[in-house]
């Protein structure tokens, strides 16, 4: 038998480099897995958390006379989260047109503002899992329009905000013609304008129009019908591949349930509450709905 011959310490040298290399390598390729996202730290490192929430469009979205700011709902629903954080919140208004590109850019860390879960938007953005909220489009209409039913915009012009999942239904389903206008107080000024047959928005925004402090100047105006246009679920927003920020929201939002916080945010600003009360006592029973799920994984 040939004697052993020791490997050169060159060699030896090289098969050192190369293990390191591969547990280098190995290290970065599970380090994702193990961390998906830095978002927490950096809100707690700034001691500050920043939420995109809708402008001033009662219930959710109300300006304060004294301050100029927006509150409501949302904003109070961001508040809770900051204060689990330990840190203070700062509110950003978004619109339709703004809000994806805010969050996606660093703007904003979540959108608490009224997004309704859909395909297309799930396939850009992350959410939390668990809806805080289901809401379906309504649609304003002049007394005199004679506007009953969906069906009866075929053919009209029908306001939405810009980005509204509202308006490939309006388009296909019912053949309306939709025009997008930069937010709800545009949509409203057209259909007082007689630019449009009818402007369509989330219901609870349009159902406070009518029954709130500012209803006498709507008098003349009334929902269509009480069919609402594709209920989905609300959802809070994240970017994408931010596997811990979402998972801490949806944790947040099982807690909202469970404790009746979410019900009692609902009432003490006249949102409507089938829903969470639904959703409440489902909770409450130790199940949870879910938005569906996304197109990637994260």
Same mark, same amino acid.
């Not at 030896?12 to 390598?25: K, T």
């Not at 609870?204 to 129009?209: F, M, Q, R, V, W």
């Given at each position: 038998m040939k004697p052993r011959i020791p490997a050169a310490p060159h060699r030896?040298?090289?098969? @050192?480099? =190369? #293990?390191?290399? @591969? @547990? @280098?390598?190995a290290s970065l390729a599970f380090a994702p897995q193990a961390r998906a996202d830095a978002t927490l730290d950096r809100i707690k490192q700034r001691g500050k958390l920043v939420v995109g929430i809708d402008g001033v469009s009662p219930p959710f979205g109300i300006m304060d006379p004294a301050t100029g700011k927006v509150g409501g709902f949302q904003a109070e629903l961001g508040e809770d989260i900051?204060?689990? #954080?330990?840190?203070?919140?700062?509110? *950003? /208004? *978004?619109?339709? =047109?703004?809000? *994806?590109?805010? #969050?996606? /850019?660093?703007?904003?860390d979540l959108l608490v503002a009224n997004i309704q879960w859909t395909r297309e938007r799930s396939a850009s953005l992350s959410y939390a899992p668990t809806p805080y909220n289901e809401v379906g489009g309504a649609a304003l209409v002049s007394r005199q329009s004679g506007i009953t039913r969906w069906e009866d915009l075929k053919g009209k012009v029908a306001c939405v905000s810009q980005g509204s999942n509202y308006a490939e239904p309006l388009d296909k389903t019912y053949g309306a013609v939709v025009k997008g206008l930069r937010g709800i107080p545009e949509s409203l000024l057209a259909l007082k304008g007689g630019t449009c047959a009818a402007s369509v928005h989330v219901q609870?925004?349009?159902?406070? #129009?009518l029954h709130g402090p500012h209803a006498k100047e709507w008098e003349g105006y009334t929902l269509a019908t009480s069919d609402l246009l594709i209920p989905s679920p609300t959802v809070i927003w994240t970017r994408r591949n931010e596997a811990d920020t979402r998972a801490f929201v949806d944790g947040v939002i099982h807690d909202w349930l469970k404790s009746g916080y979410l019900l009692a945010q609902a009432g003490k600003f006249g949102v409507p509450d089938d829903y969470i009360r639904k959703a409440t006592d489902k909770a409450r029973q130790g199940s949870f709905d879910k938005a569906p799920p996304e197109i990637q994984e994260n």
């Open positions: 030896r040298a090289g098969v @050192a480099v =190369s #293990l390191a290399i @591969a @547990a @280098a390598i900051a204060r689990r #954080l330990g840190v203070k919140l700062e509110t *950003v /208004s *978004v619109t339709a =047109s703004t809000r *994806v590109q805010f #969050l996606q /850019s660093g703007k904003v609870p925004a349009l159902y406070e #129009l």
